[in-house]
């Protein structure tokens, strides 16, 4: 509601129109908002993570690897471990050093969840410092 003005008259008159110009800009803010936040929901993201083209960081002298295979079996360096041996197989190989990085690498066919089962496995066993191997992309001409 809004009073007019006019020279002519000395009475005030109200004009009983609705203003729409507010409404039409928090409507046009509102379309924007949803447009910028609708395509944010959606998580269908295709993923291929074993290919990595972060910058390579130094490795140690004498890095231990733990190899998840495509039959889910285990390897410590070169030797075939079980689940239930890995934390006393790591102890020994690490000499009981519990902050030493350990490079665990998987299969690309390895299901994230058996993956995730081998890290909960290095975690109850106190190696918290893990490293994810990869392959490095290569990016020429």
Do not use: C, W
């Not at 039409?24 to 998580?43: C, E, G, K, R, S």
């Not at 902050?99 to 998987?106: D, E, G, Q, V």
């Not at 066919?109 to 890290?119: D, F, Q, R, S």
């Amino acid at each position: 509601m809004y009073i007019r003005l006019d020279q002519a008259e000395d009475a005030l008159r109200e004009i009983h129109d609705i203003n729409v110009v507010p409404f039409i800009d928090v409507m046009l803010v509102l379309l924007i908002i949803f447009m910028v936040a609708a395509p944010l929901a959606t998580v269908h993201v295709a993923v291929n993570l074993p290919a990595a083209s972060a910058e390579p960081q130094p490795r140690s002298d004498e890095p231990l690897y733990l190899t998840v295979k495509p039959d889910l079996s285990l390897t410590l360096g070169n030797d075939a471990v079980s689940r239930e041996r890995l934390p006393g197989m790591l102890d020994v190989a690490t000499k009981g050093e519990k902050n030493r990085p350990i490079s665990l690498r998987a299969d690309k066919t390895v299901p994230y969840g058996e993956l995730i089962e081998v890290m909960n496995v290095l975690r109850a066993a106190g190696y918290l410092k893990l490293t994810l191997a990869a392959l490095e992309k290569v990016s020429g001409p």
